[in-house]
């Protein structure tokens, strides 16, 4: 898969819409799957686990020996683009989980470089048809590295698209200009290259949709000139291109797609209105054309839509415009996307304007800034961020799991090879000891490296992102914005994650009782009062670093504050656990305190953040001057 197939230029003007129903998408991979793979009764009412069945039945068919490795890989692939074709998505996770036997064959083969990259733009397309540009930019790096290391560090054409096609999405034209020009002498000796030496029809279509972006890229900076050469240097490759594989369908109409939207874009820019009608009439014809296949023309449909929409406004066409301004909030309506809902009511705000309703066109024009002034932080950007970490940690935990079963498997294995050889008993003990220990010495460096690597990636990009947020804050105050207390709180749990999978030590709510009941026992040396603690009836439940460190911390100011403020004589404490919700409280006999006044102390605010961070509930019952008592329950992670 890459992005020629699901080729969608800009995300903000081109929203993916599924034209599918159910009963064309049976067809379809139908057609494909003649064999035993999927059968019309395969789609039901949840078309997620629709899905998920045709994968695991080719699973199945080649795992049962009934198809061969190659026709199992092709068949993995072309079902996932049907599947985005027809607006099936998954998260990245459920891809990942989903695509676990397609990846082992994949990487039992050390030299399937083309599968390995197949696997990433899978990956990649449906972060790009979700808009997790951050996960996008995760697996448009994996794309690169392959690609380098496969061509001689040569530029990837599938990471230079995908990159600018996510500058694109977050409105950066500079970003990919900025990446033209360092890949330019490159980029500029193609059609040189494509005539001395074989390259493929994917990398052609790759560079034909990266000079596509870079052309926009120009055109949206006002800069025209550039713009065209981009665009004539695009016209040479798609020359070259017709000439060697003019007989393939898909991808001569997939360039002829990228050509008339550079097309339109320059005209539109120039303001060259019989121009611009033209190409949208030549992008109409191919939507048309009988080697047009049914995913693309969804695509092409958008496009028109689009600029159709465009192009009445500048002719003042109000019947036109009326007509596809519905057609655009259709599409975008759902999308939920900030500034797609600015351009929305900037085309309405100009279609007002041209029926001479000024003042209704003002108002909303006023809508459509607030909309965009909205989402013009960084936050979007921050988002990315954290994505793009999400992504690495999510892949490696998927390879933690994997390692772990496959360490189960060996166990068993050697377990049987024992209780068959039981002349070899001890020798079989001691292979089985020698194997496991090293096997957990490695399972542990995993682990260490895996901490490593989820606090190496995502640290620092919370840290800039926390940064990006000071550097935008326009309250001098100094106090933490919401969103810098989660950020900080974000890092406060990727550190805990970290320490959980660093350590060999497992936290459970005994461990935490024994902890408390030790500082009481400290703290009493002269039996000076009266403590209990009761215990839950499972208290051997495991809890997370985070949460234990957390309670510890609670239970310690309690205590501290009771010791040091109340003329008491006694401390009850109580946990009670109910499936995964710890209930505990916390009394003293003391005088308390009125609560009619505020404390000025830090004690009970440090509390409330405490309990605030475990997502956690309190209540305090004050009586003053018979002591108090706190209830706080949090859920167990």
């Known amino acids: 898969m890459n992005v ?42 949840n078309v997620k686990d629709s899905a998920r069945k045709v994968i695991s039945r080719i699973d199945q068919a080649y795992t049962g020996g009934r198809i061969k490795k190659k026709a199992y890989l092709d068949s993995v692939y072309t079902t996932m683009g049907l599947f985005m074709s027809a607006n099936i998505n998954f998260t990245n996770k459920e891809a990942i989980a989903l695509l676990s036997q397609y990846r082992k064959t994949i990487w039992d083969d050390d030299n399937s470089y083309e599968q390995k990259r197949n696997y990433y733009a899978i990956l990649s397309n449906q972060a790009h048809m979700t808009s997790r540009m951050g996960e996008k930019l995760y697996y448009t790096e994996k794309i690169d590295k392959l690609e380098r290391a496969a061509h001689n560090n040569r530029p990837s054409l599938s990471a230079l698209s995908s990159l600018a096609g996510y500058y ?32 493929s029809g994917k990398d052609m279509g790759q560079a034909v949709i990266f000079l596509n972006l870079t052309a926009a890229a120009y055109y949206d900076l ?14 040479q490759i798609i020359s070259i291109t017709k000439e060697k594989y003019g007989t393939d369908n898909n991808l001569m109409s997939a360039i002829a797609h990228v050509q008339t939207l550079t097309a ?33 023309r969804n695509l092409i449909d958008i496009n028109l839509n689009f600029w159709k929409l465009d192009y009445y406004l500048t002719q003042r066409n109000p019947d036109s415009t009326a007509r596809y301004l519905d057609i655009y909030r259709r599409v975008i309506e759902n999308s939920g996307k900030p500034y797609l809902l600015f351009e929305y009511q900037n085309y309405k705000a100009k279609a007002l304007y041209n029926q001479g309703l000024f003042k209704e066109s003002a108002d909303t024009l006023t809508r459509a800034i607030a909309i965009l ?9 921050d988002v990315d961020n954290i994505l793009y970490a999400q992504a690495a940690a999510e892949e490696k935990q998927f390879l933690l799991e994997e390692a772990s079963v496959r360490q189960k498997a060996t166990e068993r294995k050697l377990m049987l090879t024992g209780v068959a050889l039981g002349f070899l008993l001890l020798v079989g003990i001691f292979t089985i000891r020698f194997v496991r220990h090293r096997q957990q010495a490695r399972f542990l460096k995993f682990k260490m490296n895996l901490a490593r690597n989820i606090h190496d990636e995502a640290s ?15 309250d001098n105050s100094g106090k933490k914005t919401e969103l810098e207390k989660q950020i900080d709180h974000t890092m406060t749990l990727i550190r805990s994650l970290s ?41 051997k439940r495991f809890i997370s670093h985070y949460q234990y460190a957390e309670l510890k911390a609670i239970l310690n100011e309690c205590i501290t504050n009771t010791i040091k403020h109340a003329e008491f004589s006694k401390i009850e404490i109580d946990f009670e656990q109910n499936n995964n919700r710890l209930a505990l409280t916390y009394k003293d006999n003391g005088k308390g305190w009125d609560s009619s006044k505020k404390s000025a102390g830090m004690g009970l605010k440090n509390m409330e953040e405490r309990i ?10 004050h009586q003053h001057p018979k002591g108090y008592s706190i209830q706080l329950s949090v859920l167990l992670r």
């Open 612 to 621: 605030e961070g475990l997502n956690g509930a309190y209540k305090i019952q």
């Open 168 to 199: 694109d999405v977050v409105n950066s034209p500079e970003k990919t200009i900025a990446l033209y020009e360092r890949s330019k002498n490159y980029i500029t000796t193609i059609p040189q290259l494509a005539k001395k030496e074989p390259m």
């Open 4 to 45: 020629l197939f699901n080729l969608q230029p800009s995300l903000k003007k081109n929203d993916t819409v599924s034209f599918y129903n159910g009963r064309i998408l049976k067809k379809a991979l139908i057609a494909f799957f003649p064999l035993l793979f999927i059968s019309p009764a395969a789609f039901g009412d």
């Open 460 to 474: 620092p990009a919370l840290l800039y992102a926390k940064a990006l947020v000071r550097s935008q804050a326009t």
């Open 373 to 381: 002034d909205s989402s013009r932080s960084l936050i979007a950007r």
């Open 222 to 235: 006002g800069q025209i000139t550039n713009g065209q050469a981009i665009a004539g240097l695009m016209q």
């Open 264 to 296: 339109i874009k320059g005209a539109s820019v120039i303001k060259d209105a019989g121009k611009q009608w033209k190409a949208i009439q030549q992008m109409e014809a191919l939507r048309n054309s009988a080697i047009t296949s049914q995913e693309r």
């Open 499 to 539: 320490h959980d999978l660093r350590s060999d030590r497992q936290y459970t709510i005994a461990t935490l009782i024994e902890d408390i009941r030790q500082l009481l026992q400290k703290l009493n040396t002269d039996n000076s009062f009266a403590y209990s603690i009761g215990k839950p009836s499972n208290e």
